[in-house]
């Protein structure tokens, strides 16, 4: 049983892990909650259906996670995501450039959290590569068509900004 959750951890640890930097735009908070996932999975390991998949079950047990973290701290799912960390460059570009990356990036996320929940978390799990659509439809209680409609109009909401 533990070589199983090891090799659970080894082959969706980092689709979770993702998935919850994607909500909450912080790796502290997001390494914390993939922990807690796998300890949450392991107590209710019995009571996993089968009729979904090993990743979607962990996700929705990682979604529970932030949500309780998000009303543990007085947060809005969608907080401010100005202080999350710029992610590193392999090659440093200019001063300048960087920091024309870096407003691109805080406006693409800000443009992202400003919209509605669900929409929020398609494109998340979509642009981490942490879910596939039917995936994604899996874990709301959708299809995959909804799936890819709900992220198309979301993406396109975007466009319009």
């Known amino acids: 049983m533990k070589k ?14 993702a998935y919850l930097l994607g ?12 922990q807690e996932t796998f300890v949450r999975a392991i107590g209710s390991l019995s009571s996993f ?10 996700c929705s047990i990682a979604k529970n996670l932030w949500l309780n973290e998000v009303r543990r701290r007085g947060l809005h799912p969608s907080a401010d995501v100005s202080d999350a960390p710029p992610e590193p460059d392999l090659v440093s570009p200019a001063p300048d450039e960087a920091a024309e990356q870096r407003n691109s ?10 919209l509605p929940e669900t929409e929020k978390e398609i494109i998340l799990l979509r642009a981490t590569g942490a879910m596939t659509f039917a995936e ?3 874990l709301f209680g959708k299809t995959e068509n909804w799936a890819r409609v709900t992220f198309y109009r979301a993406k396109q909401k975007l466009r319009k900004e």
Do not use: N
């Not at 199983?4 to 892990?17: S, T």
């Not at 259906?49 to 962990?58: E, G």
């Open 23 to 34: 909500m909450s735009g912080d790796g502290d908070i997001s390494r914390d909650l993939t």
């Open 136 to 138: 994604i439809g899996e």
């Open 4 to 17: 199983d959750i090891e090799e659970y951890y080894e082959k969706y640890g980092a689709k979770v892990y």
């Open 105 to 114: 990036k805080m406006f693409v996320l800000r443009q992202v959290h400003s």
């Open 49 to 58: 259906d089968s009729k979904c998949s090993v990743s979607t079950w962990l």
